[in-house]
């Protein structure tokens, strides 16, 4: 026992119903806490987070006159802040209240009473000696810059535009491909409505494409973030598309004399482009580009057939790389999905046979504007296929081979894809294989059954175990696990509803951006509950399917969420930055540099002053993890309420007997 | 590869006077579909001109033909084609 008696200090144990009154004995501890040093005041209640047991604690506060108090309940995480707003609300610094968690580090976990009192006193004890020491703080400010950065401009990154751009804010929209518009402008028509994605696509990107608040950068990447929250300094690769995007008239005659041909990645590579080509005809920005891989022109004067032909005078060789650097105060992180390869999966088939194809092909075979101009037929004959077996879960749930998770949205766009076939088809026949169907979600599992149903498709509960080839036809082994038979198919086509995964050049883009990414590689969420499109790094908002397989709904949805957030921190004049940070005496930092390294946040960095190094540390990077402060040689670095005399105080309670024997 | 479309691309056939060549090797170096190489025969002035070694990729670019500084070779254009990919 040795609370500094400077401090008035006031306890107050909440009962949580019989969640900690139920093993500790709540009275006793009240008593006990009552006479320990610097404790002038001692309360119980049976909900301290309710408003009367709030009103307990500004009451004792004003009339006590209160230095400090500790609330002994549950877990910091989840009523830390009531009760520092509560203190703030009668003046005093919401610092000087502190938690003891006697609930999940004690009640929860202990069946003898007494024990579990007695624990519970110890911890009580050990946060006032922290307590007494801890000093008064306020939070570290920041001026915010009222620009955002959207990176990806698939449809999650064109709603987060333009719900920031509609409120007001200037917003950069960056896409990697010649268009925006991602996977979903691939779609031919949309479930549960069957609306055509393009028709309702196209609005949005029109929209977004000619809002005065938003900068398209479309061909470019994000190269270098730096800053911090509020202040982030972007550098931006725009790669040269070689045609002007405001000179060209779409007029097509390049692309009739270029020479060179290549597949089109936005066709699934059933359809063969040129080198100069558009992927789409309402690409946005509406304008060819030059694939820089294929074309012969960049050597001086070869080729250029192009060039000639072009009326606009649009072609111009001699674009450069550019690096544009941009000042933006927040990011939302939309970079999308992409298909597990199907040549991954050897024994259905995939990459080998023209016939077994991936879901976006079918897609883009199902589209009036796709290769087939929405008319079904095959890759290697051009047929029309008679029976056309789809194959869910092809790597999703599939711990042992290939992915654990579940990829959402195969169950209902393989039901989507059967309807569409047999709508057009109508003397085809459709069989899924399917593991359970996750109809999940408003009007899908009426969809599906609509599927069965109206639409006679035949759905078959097992895996598929082969596929191959047998003259012109394609065989499908498989298990019916309903009626416990091995069934073989013969068909014409086949779907694979392909796993989901993060966009393959997403790791090079999260190692720029420093935010943290789960063991898929899918970006991860500051809390999956509750914090869904927040990243751990402040600043950063995430959006689509690139934190997790969802669908349109789904995605636009978090857009709009990691908009309000944007919106949010631009409504501040100023941020806040939590307080317990790092900090140096800089008198005892011998400048060694050690802890520069090891901060995760790039928040220390050497700095010379009256001629000697010395570490300092940028607060408003500092998340207050301890690092530095754990290797600083010197004991120069010290964490803001967590300095080592406070944390040795609570080691020594918490190891001494209440004699201070150990 | 197969396609749902077709697409056809020029095919140009290149002509060489071997023995204005001085064996420069610029056509050789700059073919952007990599046509030609260095042939094992001599001309007249004993240097060795290039030869055609994959007659099927050649575009009609015309590159060669204006890099050349003797005017040695030069392509025209022998047919439109289907486009092969291949892979």
């Not at chain 1, 009552?34 to 209640?45: I, L, T």
């Not at chain 1, 751009?165 to 200037?170: D, I, K």
């Not at chain 1, 074309?295 to 606009?312: D, N, Q, R, S, T």
């Not at chain 1, 003259?471 to 796993?499: F, P, Y």
Request: some cysteine.
């Amino acid at each position: 026992m040795k609370a500094d008696h400077r401090k008035k200090i006031g306890v107050f144990i909440c009962h949580c119903g019989i969640n900690i009154a139920g093993v500790v004995d709540v009275n006793k501890a009240r008593e006990e806490i009552g006479r320990y040093p610097g404790v002038v005041h001692s309360e119980d209640y049976i909900y301290m987070c309710s408003d009367p047991g709030q009103n307990f604690v500004k009451e004792a506060i004003k009339e006590k006159k209160l230095d400090a108090v500790v609330i002994a309940c549950c877990s910091p995480t989840l009523h830390e802040t009531t009760f520092r707003r509560t203190v703030e609300s009668v003046g005093m610094n919401p610092y000087q209240c502190e938690i003891a968690n006697i609930r999940e580090q004690c009640s929860w976990v202990h069946e003898d009473k007494k024990a579990a009192t007695d624990k519970a006193m110890k911890i009580t004890e050990s946060v006032i000696e922290k307590l007494v020491l801890n000093e008064s703080l306020f939070p570290v400010t920041v001026p915010v810059t009222r620009r955002a950065l959207v990176i990806g401009g698939g449809i999650a990154g064109i709603q987060a535009a333009l719900d920031i751009a509609n409120a007001g804010y200037e917003v950069l929209l960056v896409e990697r491909e010649p268009s925006i518009g991602g996977h979903m402008i691939q779609l031919s028509e949309t479930f549960p409505t069957l609306d055509c994605a393009q028709c309702i696509l196209t609005p949005r990107m029109v929209e977004v494409g000619h809002h005065p608040k938003v900068k398209l950068l479309t061909y470019s990447e994000i190269q270098e973030v730096s800053g911090y929250v509020g202040n982030f300094k972007v550098k931006i690769l725009r790669k040269p598309r070689y045609v002007i995007e405001d000179k060209c008239n779409l007029c097509g005659e390049c692309e009739k004399v270029c020479p060179i041909a290549a597949p089109c990645s936005f066709e699934g590579n059933l359809k063969v482009r040129k080198a100069i080509y558009i992927p789409f005809p309402q690409a946005i920005p509406a304008t060819y580009t030059i694939d820089a891989d294929k074309c012969p022109g960049f050597l001086p004067i070869a080729c250029g057939k192009c060039a000639e032909v072009c009326e606009p005078k649009a072609i111009d060789f001699d674009m450069k790389l550019e690096i544009i650097e941009e000042e933006v105060g927040s990011i939302v992180v939309a970079t999308g999905y992409e298909l597990y390869p199907p040549k991954m999966i050897g024994e259905y088939g995939g990459g080998k046979y023209e016939d077994v194809i991936d879901g976006l092909q079918f897609e883009r075979i199902l589209s009036a504007s796709g290769p087939t101009n929405g008319e079904v037929r095959r890759l290697s004959d051009g047929k029309v296929p008679k029976r056309v077996v789809f194959v869910s879960c092809v790597g999703s749930r599939d711990p042992e081979n290939h992915f654990p998770y579940c990829s959402k949205i195969c169950c209902m766009y393989t039901a989507k894809h059967a309807m569409l076939y047999k709508h057009r088809v109508p003397d085809g026949e459709a069989i899924v294989f399917y593991i359970d169907i996750r109809a999940g979600g408003k009007r899908y599992e009426e969809f599906v059954t609509r599927a069965q149903e109206e639409d006679k498709v035949l759905y078959i509960r097992g895996k598929v175990s082969k596929i191959f080839k047998d003259g012109d036809e394609l065989v499908v082994m498989g298990a019916d696990t309903l009626s416990g038979k091995q069934v073989e198919i013969r068909c014409d086509l086949v779907v694979l509803s392909m796993a989901m995964t993060p966009s393959k050049r997403i790791e090079e883009t999260v190692k720029k951006l420093k935010i943290q990414m789960d063991e898929h590689g899918f970006l991860q969420e500051a809390h999956p509950k509750l914090r869904p499109v927040e990243t751990l790094t402040a600043g950063f908002y995430l959006a689509g399917a690139g934190q997790a397989p969802k669908d349109i709904p789904d995605a636009v949805a978090q857009a709009s969420g990691a908009a309000s957030k944007v919106l949010d921190m631009f409504s501040k004049d100023e941020l806040e930055h939590l307080p317990i940070v790092a900090t140096v005496d800089e008198d005892l930092c011998s400048g060694c540099g050690v802890c520069v390294p090891l901060c995760p946040y790039e928040a220390r960095v050497m700095e010379i002053r009256d001629g000697r190094k010395i570490a300092a540390v940028n607060e408003i990077l500092c998340e207050g993890c301890g690092s530095c402060v754990s290797a600083c040689p010197s004991g120069a670095s010290q964490q803001r309420n967590l300095k080592d005399d406070q944390i040795i105080n609570v080691v020594e309670v918490m190891l001494t007997d209440g004699k201070g024997e150990f | 590869m197969k396609f749902f479309n077709k697409v056809t691309v020029p095919v140009g056939e290149i002509h060489i006077i071997k023995d204005r060549c001085k064996g420069c090797g610029f056509c050789v170096e700059y073919c952007p579909r990599d046509v030609l190489e260095l042939s094992d025969e001599f001309n007249t002035k004993g240097y060795h001109p290039p030869r055609v070694k994959d007659p099927g990729r050649c575009i009609n670019c015309g590159l060669c033909e204006m890099l050349c500084p003797e005017f040695a070779i030069w392509s025209t254009l022998k047919e439109e084609r289907e486009a092969v990919i291949e892979g």
